[in-house]
């Protein structure tokens, strides 16, 4: 290409310090990308790249809160982690790890392409890129949507029946308290289960007081789990999580960090889908080229964080042993 | 720009070079995809190994080979300004420094789990959520 012996000349003619200002001069007319406040394109772009760096540092602060969140919920309850993994699709999840994996490769590639000015690639790799992307998302409505069917949900959604069988098997008939502040309602005397109402708690007409149903020491006993098999078990092999007697309390909790943490790296993908989404219609404009493509190669800095995200999010939900 | 000369001379292969940047060889970019997915397999199949403890901190190192793999080749940051890679190092420290002074706290923390849940967290669900369990099989 003709332009790398020019661009030597505007290397060493930066570091001449001697005719600075008007080989700066030289470099605003040869390049017009370069904005009037930096001396050279490089200049130009190392302040943006720096720039981008700075902004990815806060990414991963922001990240970072979340993942104390999970050091210390997991801590506190270790068996709520290795049990509600169960309820999270390892294949999926995999899948999802390659799909982000391989996005990042061809945004790679792509910044690869537009410094060596191959334009087809360029679009090429940021559309697929950007089916990366979209593919990830996919997978992921599939994941929660089959979740949250389940009532695998954040607080007590977590706990409400999912079926009409479920429901039955699970629901006792709610007894209404006239004063929720001072109750003290003994529904179950054999068993020693005791319920107290506080004022805090907001009226609910549908709930009232009523006995935890899973039973003596808030398990259910083998034959429920038995007798509720069947109606569940139409697509998946997954115990109703409310029926396992397995299920240890505050499982509630992995769901809400589940949903927190994937669900704001979701939202980053779909921030993703948009900026890359725009360099490919960018690219196809041929606004790119080995001089100028400092865009691709910052939302390629940007996507590749959202892939080392994703990197320990996968093993720290969905392989715990 | 000393270095940036000089990279290109390794990294050139006659091919036009950027104006700026560093170009990363096709071979690069591909053999560290390849390792990716290959650490991703095994981190998979290390779920159905059971080494006790060992299980989390094997999943956690792999992850951070794979991140150091994609910070260092895809990102550019084995030939970038060592500034930028300071700028990562620096707030991941910061993470790890809230990460232990946070764990050391709960650490002392005594136990206030009442019938499995903490108290206000068993009222609340008693009320809202009677179908919650209440304590955990033995």
Redesign the interface.
């Known amino acids: 290409?003709s332009?790398?012996a020019s661009?030597?000349d505007?290397?060493s003619g930066?570091?001449g310090h001697d005719a600075h200002g008007h080989d700066a001069h030289g470099d605003h007319a040869k390049?017009p990308f370069l904005a009037h406040h930096f001396d050279t394109?490089?200049q130009?772009?190392?302040s943006g790249?720096?720039g981008m760096?700075?902004f990815?540092?806060?990414e991963?602060?922001f990240f970072?809160?979340l993942?104390?969140m999970y050091?210390?919920l997991r801590?506190?309850d270790p068996?709520v982690f290795s049990y509600a993994s169960q309820y999270l699709d390892?294949i999926l999840g995999?899948i999802n790890?390659?799909v982000l994996?391989?996005s990042?490769?061809t945004?790679?590639?792509g910044v690869?392409a537009?410094?060596?000015?191959k334009k087809g690639l360029l679009s090429v790799c940021l559309f697929l890129t950007l089916m990366g992307a979209v593919g990830f998302l996919v997978i992921k409505y599939f994941e929660y949507s089959h979740k949250l069917h389940l009532n695998l949900k954040w607080g007590?959604g977590?706990?409400?029946?999912v079926t009409a069988e479920e429901a039955a098997e699970?629901?006792v008939e709610?007894k209404p308290v006239e004063n929720?502040v001072l109750a003290i309602a003994s529904p179950n005397p054999s068993a020693g289960?005791q319920?107290?109402?506080?004022a805090p708690?907001?009226p609910?007409d549908k709930?009232a007081?009523?006995?935890?149903?899973?039973g003596p020491?808030?398990?259910?006993t083998a034959k429920m789990v038995e007798a509720t098999d069947a109606p569940m078990h139409v697509e998946h092999s997954e115990e109703p999580h409310?029926l396992d007697?397995?299920?240890?309390?505050?499982t509630?909790r992995f769901f809400a960090i589940y949903y927190i943490m994937t669900g704001l790296h979701g939202i980053h993908v779909l921030i993703g889908v948009g900026v890359i989404g725009w360099l490919f219609l960018a690219s196809l404009k041929g606004r790119f080229n080995?001089?100028?493509?400092?865009p691709v190669?910052f939302v390629?800095?940007y996507w590749?964080v959202v892939?080392?995200v994703w990197?320990?999010l996968?093993?720290?939900f969905y392989?715990?042993? | 720009m000393a270095s940036h000369a000089h990279s290109s001379h390794d990294h050139g292969h006659g091919e036009p070079h950027p104006l700026v940047g560093h170009l990363v060889p096709y071979s690069t970019l591909f053999a560290t995809g390849a390792a990716l997915i290959v650490l991703t397999i095994i981190t998979v199949a290390a779920r159905y190994v059971d080494l006790g403890e060992a299980n989390i901190y094997l999943a956690i190192g792999i992850a951070v080979v794979k991140a150091t793999l994609v910070s260092l080749f895809f990102m550019h940051l084995r030939w970038d300004r060592p500034f930028n890679l300071m700028v990562l190092v620096g707030s991941m420290l910061f993470v790890v420094l809230m990460m232990v002074f946070c764990m050391m706290d709960v650490g002392q923390n005594m136990p206030t789990e009442n019938k499995g849940n903490p108290a206000k967290v068993q009222q609340y669900l008693d009320a809202n959520a009677p179908f919650a369990p209440v304590t955990a099989k033995k």
Request: glycine share 4%; proline share 9%; with cysteine.
């Open positions: 290409m332009h790398s661009h030597a505007s290397h930066s570091h390049y394109p490089n130009q772009f190392e790249k720096l760096w700075a990815l540092a806060t991963v602060l970072g809160a993942f104390v050091a210390i801590f506190k068996q390892t995999g790890t390659c994996i391989l990042s490769l945004m790679a590639v690869r537009a410094q060596t000015n007590e977590f706990y409400h029946p699970v629901k709610p929720p289960a319920t107290v109402a506080l708690v907001p609910v709930t007081i009523a006995a935890p149903k899973t020491d808030g398990v259910a409310l007697s397995n299920m240890p309390p505050n509630h080995s001089d100028y493509y400092a190669d390629g800095l590749h892939d080392l990197i320990f996968f093993p720290l392989l715990i042993h």
